[in-house]
């Protein structure tokens, strides 16, 4: 059985809202092994692209378009264009081009091995 779509972009608006909280924080903590600012904006919309993806595949697996790929990048642009510009209004943070290159980037990532799966899998399987 195929999850609901409430479940599918329920977990993405959850998402978001932790991108969201997280770019309140006004005192960015040293990130765990010294990760870079780009490469945890990368990471986390990695799975933001990989969510969206999944939701607008309707679930794992089922096969992921290419266009998907292309939306999912929009949206991370898009969306991290609302984060960076959140980030003017907290103290201490600041809109940063670079974090939306790397906000889109990881979207896009995140989308790719979605799609890249479903090709996988489904010349396993038959498809």
């Given at each position: 059985m195929a999850p609901s779509r409430f479940r599918l972009w329920g977990a993405v608006v959850l998402y978001c809202v932790l991108i969201f909280i997280l770019s309140s924080i006004s005192n960015?903590?040293?990130?765990?092994?010294?990760?870079?600012?780009?490469?945890?904006?990368?990471?986390l919309y990695a799975g933001l692209g990989f969510l969206v993806a999944r939701a607008l595949a309707k679930g794992l697996g089922r096969p992921v378009p290419g266009w998907i790929v292309?939306?999912?990048?929009?949206?991370?642009?898009?969306?991290?264009?609302?984060?960076?510009?959140?980030?003017?209004?907290?103290p201490h943070r600041s809109f940063?081009?670079?974090?939306?290159v790397a906000d889109v980037?990881?979207?896009?990532?995140?989308?790719?091995?979605?799609?890249?799966?479903?090709i996988i899998a489904g010349s396993r399987h038959g498809i």
């Open positions: 960015v903590p040293t990130l765990p092994g010294h990760m870079s600012d780009k490469t945890a904006h990368t990471l292309l939306v999912v990048a929009a949206f991370s642009g898009l969306y991290g264009l609302s984060d960076e510009t959140h980030q003017l209004f907290v940063e081009l670079m974090d939306m980037a990881g979207g896009t990532l995140g989308a790719g091995v979605l799609w890249a799966w479903s």
